[in-house]
């Protein structure tokens, strides 16, 4: 028995995705390899106060970010047909996640790294909306398949 899975996400997506997920791979580089360097010299820590906690908070953060560039490079090679869920998922996380974490917590720290993250949103959200559009145009038949 056959069974075929219809791919429905354009080339675009998944090459956006796969690229998504080498930029986290070099973040992860950032916030682990070069952690002092990226605290003091982009997120603007002041490690003169529990150095230790901000440092092991953002290698951490780190970690995570090694783990979801490589997940995002799988999704893009083995699992296309759930790559337009992925790039609605990671806005509503790190949204999510902002306001849940601003409720109780607020920076002085310059936050180097914002309009990165506002970047990687605004393309996650982007992606997601012309794939919409892609199926759209695909299911009308105003696009070649």
């Known amino acids: 028995m056959s069974t075929t899975i219809e791919l429905d996400c354009p080339k675009f997506a998944w090459v956006i995705m796969a690229m998504l997920g ?13 952690l ?7 997120m603007g820590l002041d490690l003169a106060v529990a150095r230790d906690d901000q440092l092991l908070l953002l290698g951490t953060f780190g970690i995570s970010n090694y783990l979801t560039g490589m997940m995002l490079i799988l999704v893009a090679m083995k699992a296309r ?3 337009p869920y992925v790039f609605l998922a990671i806005p509503v996380s790190y949204i999510s996640g902002a306001f849940l974490i601003n409720r109780v917590a607020s920076s002085t720290a310059a936050l180097g790294g914002l309009p990165m ?3 990687y949103i605004t ?3 982007g992606t997601f909306i012309a794939i919409l559009l892609w199926k759209n145009l695909k299911k009308s038949g105003r696009l070649d398949s």
């Open 36 to 42: 002092e360097y990226a605290a003091e010299n982009i």
């Open 81 to 83: 047909n759930i790559v």
């Open 123 to 125: 393309v996650c959200v």
């Open 22 to 34: 080498c930029l986290d791979l070099v973040r992860g580089f950032f916030h682990t390899v070069l």
């Open 117 to 119: 993250i506002i970047g």
